[in-house]
């Protein structure tokens, strides 16, 4: 499975991205997709993840933050909404087939997309 990430950018406090992570080379629906977040200087993050019919997210982005997918696009969005200053990092999708209760830890997802930066000015 390749993952391709795209949506970053440079918002003002309070805007909204939709971040999406493209799959290629296989079907991946079935598969459990999380985005993980990487501010400067401070390790990787769990932000949200999907599977099936089951999402979590970080506490920190519960109730601004939607991830979803579309099955007939092979595609995770992860749409950002009211974005603070604090939610600027390098955001990557990830994917694997692991059970769901290992969804927020980063090691045990087998593929990864390239990061996409999002700025959030104050």
């Known amino acids: 499975v390749q993952l391709q990430a795209s949506g970053g950018g440079l918002v003002h406090t309070g805007g909204s991205l939709r971040l999406s992570c493209a799959a290629s080379?296989?079907?991946?629906?079935?598969?459990?997709t999380g985005w993980f977040r990487q501010a400067p200087g401070k390790e990787r993050r769990f932000v949200a993840a999907?599977?099936?019919?089951?999402?979590d997210y970080a506490d920190s982005v519960k109730g601004r933050f939607i991830i979803s997918r579309d099955n007939a696009k092979n595609t995770v969005y992860l749409e950002m909404n009211n974005l603070k200053p604090e939610d600027t990092a390098v955001y990557s999708c990830?994917?694997?087939?692991?059970?769901?209760?290992?969804?927020?830890?980063?090691?045990?997802?087998?593929?990864w997309g390239q990061g996409t930066l999002v700025t959030v000015s104050s």
């Open positions: 999907i599977r099936g019919g089951d999402t």
């Open positions: 990830a994917a694997t087939r692991t059970i769901w209760g290992w969804r927020r830890t980063p090691g045990k997802y087998d593929y």
């Open positions: 080379g296989r079907t991946f629906s079935s598969y459990l």
